[in-house]
């Protein structure tokens, strides 16, 4: 029995520590975002400790941390505030019914997200460009930093005139500002030397606890995860176990207005969620040096997404920054992320006056730490080494990752890395041109033969000027879309059209039967049971002097 845990939890000591550090990291960031999008600090997590331990167990990439993330927090806060007014206006007024809305939109998520994995929809991440990875890991460092820098401030409630609730923040100075800071740089100083003098300590929770005994011990006057939450507008970390949300099927009407008003959220979650994940994954692969299943963890945070939002949660997906520090601290197994899940749950019930008294700034110190080992920093060395394309798209993926929002940063380095890919293939169609002794002029297409570059080959041809007989010869080219199959014909139409016979040699099987279902015509111009002059089989058995299962072919 002994030998079988340990077959299947080889990494068991580093796991369960590594597991309750990120649960340590993991508050502060959940609490954070749960003020971004108006929601109760215990709802968010509540959703990072089902997500985190459903994708732990099931996921397809043992070592990835998931949990209530802000890239999918600030998608549903129009959302929350539209669904309120929306509840205040039913015949029967109904308080709060943002929250119920964003339930419901969680559990679409959720199910949007299985079929992707169902479908095998994880796959397209590896059509993910290499400077697309670099500028999503560098643009998430820079916004996690500027999100730990604003853990340098304090907030205060202000309510208008006109009854409109807004949080003021005002930045720390003086000797409350240099505590702080000295504080970081100790967390920081721990995490960087430590492993210097011994690896059998986890870096991270040593800082942890050690800064938080000094701060105790001292009893200095700092921000603490209590105070954060209660400046915030929470109550405290105490919560329930997460159970059933019954107001959910009671107040909420499943209806086509639902649907509609729910939809388009919760695509866009799914979509950020999923992207956000896949990359993290990528991430952790190249770490590793293993291979995550992507349609599985698809699959996974779907489902702990649906559960989420059955239980009261809110939506999350893989988060990158406490992916690291779980990676850094030694967890590799799906042990950490259950570990993390665990202890966070333990938090809320039992623990909480301890954690409540956790300063910030030992939280703040860690994710700087993380920031700074997660930030691609070779990107600036190899900035002019790299194609002038792909230097563009890692600084364009970074600035849009900060500015404007994860996915669409994606979106816009794929699309840039697609097009400039295509304009480069554009450019390597050629043609060689001869004559053979009865005086048929053939074309040697060489290169791609697709949308972008269907202009280069229709200059390649003189249709007024060749001779009656023209073969076009497509053995060192590749018909790639429906561009190029309407392309070649428009041009067998033009030399039809001057009344001139032309023929097509090695066309791919798949252009061929697409051009005989466009026109029947075609079985008089494509040339067929023609050799392919650059495999020859040999037709002198003595060349094969030995049985062909001998041959490595």
Same mark, same amino acid.
């Given at each position: 029995?002994?030998?079988?845990?340990?077959?299947?939890?080889?990494?068991?000591?580093?796991?369960?520590?590594?597991?309750?550090?990120?649960?340590?990291?993991?508050?502060?960031?959940?609490?954070?975002?749960?003020?971004?999008?108006?929601?109760?600090?215990?709802?968010?997590?509540?959703?990072?400790?089902?997500?985190?331990?459903?994708? %732990?167990?099931?996921?397809?990439?043992?070592?990835?941390?998931?949990?209530?993330?802000?890239?999918?927090?600030?998608?549903?806060?129009?959302?929350?505030?539209?669904?309120?007014?929306?509840?205040?206006?039913?015949?029967?007024?109904?308080?709060?019914?943002?929250?119920?809305?964003?339930?419901?939109?969680?559990?679409?998520?959720?199910?949007?997200?299985?079929?992707?994995?169902?479908?095998?929809?994880?796959?397209?991440?590896?059509?993910?460009?290499?400077?697309?990875?670099?500028?999503?890991?560098?643009?998430?460092?820079?916004?996690?930093? &500027?999100?730990?820098?604003?853990?340098?401030?304090?907030?205060?409630?202000?309510?208008?005139?006109?009854?409109?609730?807004?949080?003021?923040?005002?930045?720390?100075?003086?000797?409350?500002?240099?505590?702080?800071?000295?504080? /970081?740089?100790?967390?920081?100083?721990?995490?960087?030397?430590?492993?210097?003098?011994?690896?059998?300590?986890? %870096?991270?929770?040593?800082?942890?606890?050690?800064?938080?005994?000094?701060?105790?011990?001292?009893?200095?006057?700092?921000?603490?995860?209590?105070?954060?939450?209660?400046?915030?507008?929470?109550?405290?970390?105490?919560?329930?176990?997460?159970?059933?949300?019954?107001?959910?099927?009671?107040?909420?009407?499943?209806?086509?207005?639902?649907?509609?008003?729910?939809?388009?959220? =919760?695509?866009?979650?799914?979509?950020?969620?999923?992207?956000?994940?896949?990359?993290?994954?990528?991430?952790?692969?190249?770490?590793?040096?293993?291979?995550?299943?992507?349609?599985?963890?698809?699959?996974?945070?779907?489902?702990?997404?649906?559960?989420?939002?059955?239980?009261?949660?809110?939506?999350?997906?893989?988060?990158?920054?406490?992916?690291?520090?779980?990676?850094?601290?030694?967890?590799?197994?799906?042990?950490?992320?259950? &570990?993390? =899940?665990?202890?966070?749950?333990?938090?809320?019930?039992?623990?909480?006056?301890?954690?409540?008294?956790?300063?910030?700034?030992?939280? /703040?110190?860690?994710?700087?730490?993380?920031?700074?080992?997660?930030?691609?920093?070779?990107?600036?060395?190899?900035?002019?080494?790299?194609?002038?394309?792909?230097?563009?798209?890692?600084?364009?993926?970074?600035?849009?990752?900060?500015?404007?929002?994860?996915?669409?940063?994606?979106?816009?380095?794929?699309?840039?890395?697609?097009?400039?890919?295509?304009?480069?293939?554009?450019?390597?169609?050629? =043609?060689?041109?001869?004559?053979?002794?009865?005086?048929?002029?053939?074309?040697?297409?060489?290169?791609?033969?697709?949308?972008?570059?269907?202009?280069?080959?229709?200059?390649?041809?003189?249709?007024?000027?060749?001779?009656?007989?023209?073969?076009?010869?497509?053995?060192?080219?590749? /018909?790639?879309?429906?561009? %190029?199959?309407? %392309?070649?014909?428009?041009?067998?139409?033009?030399?039809?059209?001057?009344?001139?016979?032309?023929?097509?040699?090695?066309?791919?099987?798949?252009?061929?039967?697409?051009?005989?279902?466009?026109?029947?015509?075609?079985?008089?111009?494509? /040339?067929?049971?023609?050799?392919?002059?650059?495999?020859?089989?040999?037709?002198?058995?003595?060349?094969?002097?030995?049985?062909?299962?001998?041959?490595?072919?």
């Amino acid at each position: 029995m002994t030998e079988f845990i340990r077959k299947i939890v080889p990494n068991a000591k580093d796991d369960v520590l590594a597991g309750i550090t990120v649960s340590l990291a993991m508050i502060p960031e959940v609490v954070a975002f749960a003020f971004v999008a108006q929601i109760d600090p215990l709802m968010a997590l509540s959703g990072a400790f089902i997500i985190g331990l459903i994708t %732990a167990i099931f996921g397809g990439r043992p070592g990835l941390i998931s949990g209530a993330a802000g890239a999918v927090a600030v998608i549903f806060v129009t959302m929350i505030a539209d669904g309120h007014t929306k509840g205040m206006l039913m015949d029967t007024p109904i308080e709060n019914m943002g929250f119920f809305y964003l339930m419901a939109c969680v559990v679409l998520m959720g199910i949007i997200q299985i079929f992707a994995g169902v479908f095998k929809l994880g796959r397209f991440v590896r059509l993910i460009p290499h400077p697309v990875m670099m500028g999503f890991v560098n643009g998430l460092s820079i916004v996690i930093f &500027m999100a730990q820098v604003k853990m340098f401030s304090h907030k205060s409630l202000q309510v208008s005139e006109a009854g409109v609730k807004e949080y003021i923040s005002t930045y720390m100075q003086g000797a409350e500002l240099y505590t702080m800071i000295g504080l /970081v740089l100790l967390t920081m100083g721990i995490i960087w030397g430590l492993p210097k003098i011994t690896k059998k300590l986890p %870096a991270a929770l040593t800082a942890i606890l050690v800064t938080s005994l000094i701060v105790i011990g001292f009893n200095m006057d700092v921000s603490t995860v209590g105070s954060y939450i209660i400046e915030g507008g929470g109550t405290g970390l105490k919560g329930e176990f997460p159970t059933p949300n019954m107001e959910l099927w009671e107040k909420l009407p499943f209806n086509l207005d639902t649907l509609k008003f729910i939809a388009l959220p =919760a695509f866009l979650a799914a979509s950020v969620g999923l992207i956000e994940t896949l990359m993290t994954m990528n991430l952790v692969d190249e770490l590793t040096e293993t291979r995550g299943n992507g349609n599985r963890e698809c699959v996974a945070q779907g489902a702990g997404n649906i559960v989420s939002g059955l239980f009261g949660g809110t939506g999350g997906c893989g988060m990158i920054g406490q992916t690291v520090i779980n990676i850094n601290a030694g967890g590799r197994g799906r042990l950490s992320g259950i &570990m993390m =899940a665990v202890t966070l749950l333990s938090f809320i019930l039992f623990a909480d006056k301890l954690i409540e008294m956790v300063p910030i700034a030992a939280l /703040v110190g860690v994710m700087f730490m993380m920031v700074i080992e997660t930030f691609a920093w070779s990107s600036f060395r190899i900035l002019k080494k790299i194609p002038m394309s792909d230097a563009v798209v890692l600084i364009t993926v970074s600035l849009v990752t900060v500015f404007v929002d994860l996915a669409v940063a994606v979106f816009v380095g794929v699309i840039i890395s697609a097009l400039v890919f295509a304009w480069e293939n554009a450019k390597k169609i050629r =043609a060689r041109k001869r004559v053979k002794e009865d005086g048929t002029k053939v074309y040697e297409i060489w290169g791609p033969l697709f949308f972008g570059s269907i202009l280069a080959f229709n200059d390649k041809f003189d249709v007024k000027n060749d001779p009656e007989k023209v073969e076009i010869d497509f053995v060192e080219s590749r /018909v790639s879309d429906h561009s %190029a199959i309407e %392309a070649i014909f428009n041009l067998v139409g033009k030399y039809e059209a001057e009344g001139k016979s032309i023929k097509l040699k090695h066309l791919s099987e798949d252009c061929k039967l697409l051009l005989y279902k466009s026109s029947p015509k075609f079985r008089d111009v494509i /040339v067929e049971d023609i050799e392919d002059p650059r495999y020859h089989l040999a037709a002198n058995p003595e060349d094969f002097p030995k049985p062909l299962s001998e041959y490595k072919l």
